[in-house]
């Protein structure tokens, strides 16, 4: 995302917010990550809960309250005359809307489609382009489940050839990865799906290397950006993909049900939408993509709110701070006896999560400690090649609760 985006003016939402921004504003993002009175302030700013410490902002994220009280708002709104309401006031702020994501993207509005989340938007792609039995696609085992299950779906529905690719995380070695993604294409192959973050993990791909090398030997790139979209900075056309999917009910903090997808503007005429268009919709019109049906539009309006919200932190501070809490709490973990690691530290190649493990000890047995002693919720992950507990914080969380989770880790590797 752009840290200076145009459009965007400094959005503040309350007086003590507006202090804070005016104390930092002449300060770097660096200096900022670590100034605890700052991000307190952000952390009033959500209905954090007073129970239990939420690591697990990767799964989904929390929005921030002004979100919740615009969700509320257009609902009160929809309420006293839904089909009026949605359709002839809401929905009249959709070009706006769309602007305004595809400014944070860096894209052009005309390439980006609104919509529910990343399995939605990468299921148009999955199941809108055409392909003949024999052409191959790859993609790895370490991909998300709901891609690999519409892929699979493809595979025994029209033949198509899945072709697995084996990751071995953690890594930063780009030259491996490049050749990894690229080393089974053939001349049927025709596309590779690429996931900008591992989520199991939290590894960051180096997705423009391979994106490159991939457009050389011919076929197309689907990035899957699940974890990517308001987590740290980058534009969504420079990733060198075709096709991009995120959900913004994650690191974005959109409200629960909110997705986009990006399309280059060349490529949307080939992609049949799954909810099939009117015959008056332009083949390379991206709002193809959007006849959903009747469905939530405070939820999707209130995009926009959270995108005021994400402007007014700042990206680069954002990203900053995210890195900053990783680092918090693994560098004070590396070292302790039986701790591992399952994420590089390479800022490059990750900013929030990270996952670990405990010889001798499950994944879900870690998992469930946290819980019962500490009132930490994260997840454990057990897939593939992968065995471990994902921590994934947020700019909401604090470094006292990162102290909770450091004191559990001691004592389990005690
Ligand atoms: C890599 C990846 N892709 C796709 C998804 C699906 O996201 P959603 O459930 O919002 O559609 C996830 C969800 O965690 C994910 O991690």
């Known amino acids: 995302m752009l840290a200076a985006t145009a459009g965007f003016a400094d959005l503040i939402f309350s007086e003590e917010l507006k202090a804070q921004i005016d104390r930092v504003s002449n300060l770097s993002a660096a200096d900022v990550a670590s100034d605890e009175t700052f991000w307190n302030t952000i952390r009033e700013a959500y ?30 709104l929809t309420a006293e005359g839904p089909s009026y309401y949605m359709w002839q006031v809401l929905d009249k702020g959709r070009e706006g809307l769309r602007k ?7 894209a052009d509005a005309e390439e980006i489609a609104i919509n529910r989340n990343t399995t939605e938007a990468l299921d148009n792609i999955i199941f809108g382009l055409d392909f003949e039995p024999g052409d191959e696609v790859l993609l790895t085992r370490q991909d998300y489940p709901n891609m690999i299950n519409a892929w699979k779906q493809r595979e025994k529905r029209d033949g198509i050839v899945l ?11 780009t030259k491996e990865l490049v050749k990894r993604y690229t080393i089974q294409i ?9 996931n900008h973050i591992i989520n ?41 993909g075709d096709y991009y999917g995120t959900s913004l009910h994650k690191w974005l903090s ?33 709002r193809k993509f959007e006849n959903l049906g009747t469905r939530s539009f405070p ?4 995009i926009a709110n959270a995108i005021d919200f994400h402007m007014m932190i700042g990206p680069q501070r954002k ?57 930490i919720h994260c997840v454990a992950i057990n897939w593939e090649n992968i065995h471990g507990v994902r921590i994934a914080p947020h700019v909401y969380t604090s470094t006292a609760d990162l102290d909770m989770l450091v004191a559990a880790i001691k004592k389990m590797c005690a």
């Not at 994501?101 to 860096?106: C, H, N, P, Q, V």
């Not at 072709?163 to 070695?173: G, R, S, V, Y």
Request: glycine share 8%.
């Open 299 to 302: 939820i999707e309006y209130a």
């Open 319 to 375: 990203e900053e701070r995210l890195r900053y809490l990783k680092n918090y709490w693994v560098n004070q973990c590396l070292g302790l006896p039986k701790f591992m690691l399952n994420t590089h530290m390479d800022p490059a190649f990750s900013c929030a999560i990270a996952n670990f493990s405990i010889s001798g000890l499950e994944p879900a047995d870690i998992a469930t400690k946290l819980m019962q002693d500490y009132g």
């Open 200 to 240: 199991w993990t939290g590894h960051i791909n180096p997705v423009r290397a391979i994106a490159d090398a991939i457009h050389a030997k011919g076929p197309e790139v689907m990035i899957d950006g699940a974890h990517t979209f308001g987590h740290f900075q980058f534009s969504v056309p420079e990733l060198g």
């Open 100 to 106: 305004k994501i595809a400014a944070l993207a860096g």
């Open 254 to 286: 959109a409200s629960v049900g909110s997705g986009m997808l990006w399309i280059k503007k060349e490529k949307i005429h080939k992609v049949w939408p799954l909810m099939g268009a009117p015959d008056t919709q332009d083949v390379n019109n991206i």
């Open 47 to 76: 209905t954090t809960s007073a129970t239990i410490i939420n690591l697990n902002n990767g799964g989904v994220s929390p929005a921030p309250k002004v979100v919740q009280d615009a969700v509320d708002r257009y609902n009160k």
């Open 163 to 173: 072709k697995w690719i084996d990751l071995d995380l953690p890594t930063n070695d």
């Open 186 to 194: 053939t001349n049927r192959t025709k596309l590779v799906q690429v």
